[in-house]
Every structure is written in C-alpha cells, then in structure tokens.
C-alpha cells in the first residue's frame, strides 16, 4: 500500500478490505440481497458477488430511492460492505448510512472520489480507508 | 446538478465546496426540540442531508409522499417506531406509499410470519405518525395532486417524475426516511429539481423517425421510458414530436420506466408537460447540451430488453405498476369482456381507485373472469405470486424491470391487449406488426 488518493468525506471512518469496483451502475433495491449481500439482480454484471466486507466501488446508482433502506439492513444485518467509495455525488446510500448512525448501528466510512480516481484503483487488492478520506492501496 | 438528491450525471469535479446550512430562526427551533423529539431528529437528518447535498437554506414544504412504509427490514420498522416513541406527527399533509401487505385481503401476500407482523408494525407506526393510510404508489390517483410551482417532499421514484414533470410540482427523490423527515420538520433542503434552473433541460430528444402508429399506442410509452432512463440518467429531457393529447396513464406509464432504468426524476414532453410549452422553453432559452434522435431500432431493442423471454407459456399476469387507474380498468373491462383467463391475472391499485370502481361500474365482472385485484401492495414488492417461479407476462415497463431480481419470475412485456390474449390462452401471444 504505498498509493494514496484523497476523496471528499460524506460520513468519515476508518476501513479496510479488499477492493470490489462494481462493473455496472446499481440499484441495491431489488439489486442487493441485505441478508446476504449478494448482488441479487440477475441482470447486474456482478450478479453472485457478496459485496459484503468489501471496498465496494460504486461508480453509479440507478432506480429506486429505497436503496438507502438496503444500506440500512445491511449495515443492520452485519452483511455490509466495509466502506463506500461513490464514483457519483449522490445521497441515497449515505443517508442509509446516516440513519444507521441516528439508531446507533455500526456504520462504515463513505467516500467520494472522481471517476477516473475510481477506476485507477486496484481490483480486488487489498486497499484501506481513513478518516481524512485517503484511499490507500 | 440536475437531480438534486440523485445527481447520477454530475461530475465530482463540479461539486462545490460545502456550504455552511443556514435556517431560519423557525428551523433553528425544531432543531432544538422546540417541535419534539422526533421533530429534532428529523431536522439533524434533514441539515445533514442538506450538508451533503450542497444546499445553502431549506425550503417550506405544502405536502409530502411517504416511500418509507414498505417493508425491506425490521431496522426500517426500528425507525419509525423510534419517531412514535418520540411522539413524533407529520408537519403537512402526507400519504403513504404501498406497504408490504393487502390490508383488505390479507391472504393474497404469503409473506412468512415475521415479515408480516413486522410489515403490520412498519404501517401502523407511520399512521401513528399522521400519515393517510392511502397505501398507493400513484397519490395523485388518490386526489393528492400539489400544483404547479409548489414544492413538496415525494418518495416512490414514478411519484417524484410524475410530480416533477405532469404535475409542475417540486420535489427530489425523498427515498425511505428523508421522506418521513421533510414530513415531521416541513421543510427540505432547497437544491436540485426544487430550484427552477435544475428543472430545464438540457437534453433533446428527437422522435420523427417513430411512426405516429406506435405513438398512438400505449405500449410505446414504457418502452420510451425505459429507453430515457437508460440514456439520460439524471439528465432532464424534454421529448419532441409526440401527440398533444397523451393521457395521463401514458405520461404515468413513461416516468414510472424511466425513474426504474435510471434516475430520472424529471422530463418534459414539448406541446404536453405543464413546463414545457415548446421546446425552447423546456431549454430555459439554451443550446440543449446533446440532441438524441430516437430510432426505430433502439426502440425495438429496448422492448427486447425489458423481457427475459418472448414466446411460450406463461404462469401469471400481473399490470397496475404505477397503481392501475379508473381509466385503466375501464379499458380492461372492455378488452376483456366475454373472455375467461386461464392463468392468475393480478391488477394492483390503490383503495381509493378500487373504491371509486366498486361504486361505479363494479369490479364484478372482472373477477368472474379470473382477476384478482391486489390493494395497498403490488406483486414486486412483497409475495404474492405463486410460489416455484414461471413466467410473468406485464405491461408496465416497471415491472418488467423489477421481476426477475424481485419474484425469481422471467418475464415478458406486452400491451394490455396483449397481456389479455395471453391469459386466456395461457401463452404469450403478442401484435408484433406496430413493432416492425
């Protein structure tokens, strides 16, 4: 681990885990099972993959705006990723990831980064990340 | 930034630096418990979303749509329960999104126990909190319908985009739990599709290369959703080239696909949407920043896309997904009468549509000939359909979309027509001559 990038904190945290950059946009409604976190949706590139534990790269969010629900399960569930990496600006997920918080659920660090900084990141390596928003790997 | 909430097309790059949430002495008060407990916590999460969206003040909101009554979890019922046991009420009036089970005829959803007890709880803590028991996806079927210019804070994705765009409201997608806090504290952050810049389009889509036949057909608007929400995300569209007079089922029919194949939460149809008079207008004035000509082929290719298989038997029907309207039971009433299905024929609505159709014309009729009416839930959201899997026929873009993950059904998308030969036959049988 001797690169670093440096993101915007949404919810800030320490994590690590190997790194899971999804190969398509999601929906974790109807997309993600929260008791298992597998990637449900048979049409999702990544179908059969336990996002759980991981660095989960997600470079775009689709569909329905319960995915923060999903976000809350999981988390609720202990089948959550470790950490967020958003390629987007979006809110959806993270809210899940608020309320967990307000209901003092273990939650995960969330991580905005640019798209091409998303993409340089390496799959399936080992990667961490802290509180100031550095990507290490 | 387009879509507020959801902003799927914004570069990270563009993203400000995080403004600093001024509220007004009345906001700063429910903050500080002045409104309750639950009111509190709802405006900690309504800043911190605010925060993050990049919002500066918050906004009043008139009314608001709650998502968050459906059933994925008990943290979900955990929540609201906690706002009951902050003896948290709703600011402005508010309806409520389906829920996981059918109130009115309990046995249609084979839910396991825990589940339905908990999908109970989960919809009786939001009426403790004030909400209309309207159990509905399509509110402004049930005579919730904010006017033009007015904001509001509306969960359920086709709700959002049929408010937005055929209404002339302003709203965000307010997903599970936002929704509930804009309700308690009456106020959302002021940014993204409630500020009139982000409500112009930036892109044009050209249609003259479709035939005015598929046009006139109500199957082309799923499939045109379904194609906008893949090709624009979170972009606002205005539409160019279609009939003035669409029904507002079609225009329903559209939003609901598009917001379930990408994030949209606003589109304008040039000649028909209440913000879009002309093209010109629907741009604010501006250059469009791409114009896309729709295809014949990415037409067809889209229809091909939303089923997983195109012929054989099937094992069910399922339509009403946004909630199926009078106007919509009219129509199957006509097609279907003197037939008799051979397949389960599910139609979902809302209980204020099935109690304006039982003091009409009835829903006798339709029952003899093998449907069954589904209320305050729909078939992709909670179990409902026999269980083993087969093939679900459906002429809603949405479901066709959300089948396959959601019920472990394959499924096929044809016109309502189609879907109704289907069932008396027990196969699909679809007019393939308006796609060709």
Known sequence: MDSNLVGRVLIPGNAAGPLFLLDSPISFWGGVDPHTGVISDPRHP?????????????????????????????????????????????????????????????????????????ARLPADQPVSVTEQGSVLY | MSGGLHCVGCPIDDIKEEKVVRLTAEESAIADGGAGEAAAMGMRIVVEMARLMGARELIAITSAHIDGCLYHGDGGVEFAERLVALRGRVAVPTTLNVGALDLITPKRVHSNPHQATMARRL?????????????????????????????????????????????????????????????????????????????????????????????????????????????????????????????????????????????????????????????????????????????????????????????????????????????????????????????PFYVCTGRSTLEQLESTTGSAGLVQRGVEIVVDTCVVVTPILPSGGGVLMTSSGKFAHYTPANTGYEVVYGSLEDCVASAEAGCVIRDESLWS
């Open chain 2, 123 to 343: 919809m009786s803590a939001y009426v403790e909190l004030g909400c209309e028991p309207t159990w509905t996806c399509a509110p402004y079927q049930a005579g919730h319908r904010p006017s033009l210019g007015e904001h509001v804070a509306w969960g359920e994705s086709n709700a959002v985009a049929f408010a937005n765009s055929v209404l002339g409201a302003r709203t965000n997608r307010y997903g599970d739990f936002f929704d509930i806090c804009c309700a308690l504290t009456g106020c959302a952050p002021l940014v993204g599709l409630h500020l009139e810049i982000n409500r112009q389009a930036t892109v044009l889509v050209e249609t003259s290369a479709v035939s005015s036949r598929l046009k006139q057909a109500g199957e082309f608007y799923p499939v045109l959703g379904t194609w906008l929400g893949a090709t624009c995300g979170s972009e606002v569209a205005v539409i160019d080239g279609l009939p003035a007079d669409l029904p507002e089922d079609w225009l329903k029919a559209l939003g609901a696909a598009a917001s379930s194949s990408g994030a949209v939460g606003m589109f304008h149809i040039a000649g028909v949407t209440p913000e879009a008079p002309d093209v010109s207008t629907a741009l604010g004035g501006r250059v469009p920043r791409r114009t896309i000509s729709l295809t014949p082929e990415a037409v067809r290719a889209t229809r091909d896309r939303l089923s997983t298989v195109h012929g054989g038997r099937i094992d069910a029907v399922a339509v009403g997904s946004p909630h199926f309207s009078l106007a919509e039971f009219a129509q199957l009433e006509r097609i279907s009468s003197g037939r008799r299905f051979s397949v």
């Open chain 1, 46 to 118: 990544n179908h059969g993959r336990k996002i759980s534990g991981t660095v989960l790269g997600v470079p775009a969010t689709i569909g329905s705006s319960s995915s923060s629900a999903i976000m809350l399960e999981l988390l609720r569930n202990g089948t959550a990723p470790a950490a967020l990496l958003l390629g987007i600006h979006e809110c959806i997920l993270v809210l899940g990831v608020i309320v967990a918080r307000e209901l003092g659920y273990p939650t995960i660090p969330v991580i905005e980064l640019a798209p091409a900084a998303l």
